[in-house]
């Protein structure tokens, strides 16, 4: 069985000031970790994905995911906001290998950024 | 509190055959529903969204058609399924006003 658990529902923080969205998983197996994020009335973005190669991942927009084994973690940060990455982000975890693994989702962290 | 269902949760079906994916949203009205297909190698991909009885976009052209017959269903169907179609088929909503998304559990088809 496999789970995801992102700790904030909710994460506030300044223009400018660094972006750290939680999440801790679960697998039985070696999972394929990804970070999604929805912006308002748009379909989901994939932001950065872990399939097994190097342990800190860089995605789009400045954003990047460190997977720590030892702590089931893979948590997403970004050194400096901007009013653009206000949305909501999920992390979904997945057993690897072939085209219809079961993908399972956080319930999604909504991100707000002050000016 | 509202609630998403999507079922089955796995199917196995062969080349040629018909399909059918029901998505249903409890304790909410009107909301916007949608239409997710995971395939090898990639992420989540658009597929159809609602956001009313009988309005559809088709976000990719496809084997697949859409449906919303009430307020609060979404299906999915095929005439004849191909190879192609196997991946992980995953149902969303969300209210209009709000960029919170809810999603179901998946349904994972396998096409032999």
């Known amino acids: 069985a496999q789970s995801v658990t992102q700790l904030d529902s909710h994460v506030s923080v300044s223009e400018g000031t660094p972006v750290l969205l939680r999440c801790n998983y679960s697998?039985?197996?070696?999972?394929?970790l990804f970070w999604y994020v929805q912006h308002p009335n748009k379909g989901l973005q994939l932001l950065l994905k872990y399939t097994s190669a190097a342990t800190l991942v860089k995605g789009i927009n400045g954003f990047e995911a460190e997977f720590k084994k030892s702590e089931t973690s893979f948590h997403l940060t970004k050194p400096s906001a901007h009013m653009s990455d206000a949305a909501e982000y999920f992390c979904v975890v997945s057993l690897s290998g072939g085209s219809n693994y079961k993908l399972t989702f956080g319930k999604g962290t909504l991100l707000t950024v002050n000016p | 509190s509202q609630t998403i269902h999507q079922w089955p949760a796995t199917l196995v079906q062969p080349v040629g055959s018909p399909l059918s994916l029901e998505c249903t949203v409890e304790g909410t009205s009107n909301p916007n529903l949608y239409w997710y297909r995971q395939a090898a190698g990639r992420g989540l991909q658009l597929l159809f969204y609602?956001?009313?009885?009988?309005?559809i976009s088709s976000e990719v052209p496809q084997n697949l058609s859409a449906s919303r017959p009430q307020d609060r269903q979404f299906i999915l169907s095929s005439k004849k399924l191909l190879l192609s179609d196997s991946g992980f088929y995953l149902c969303?909503?969300?209210?209009?006003?709000?960029?919170?998304?809810?999603f179901g559990s998946g349904t994972r088809l396998t096409v032999v």
């Open positions: 609602s956001v009313g009885i009988g309005q």
């Open positions: 697998s039985s197996y070696s999972p394929s």
């Open positions: 969303a909503w969300s209210q209009v006003t709000r960029s919170r998304y809810t």
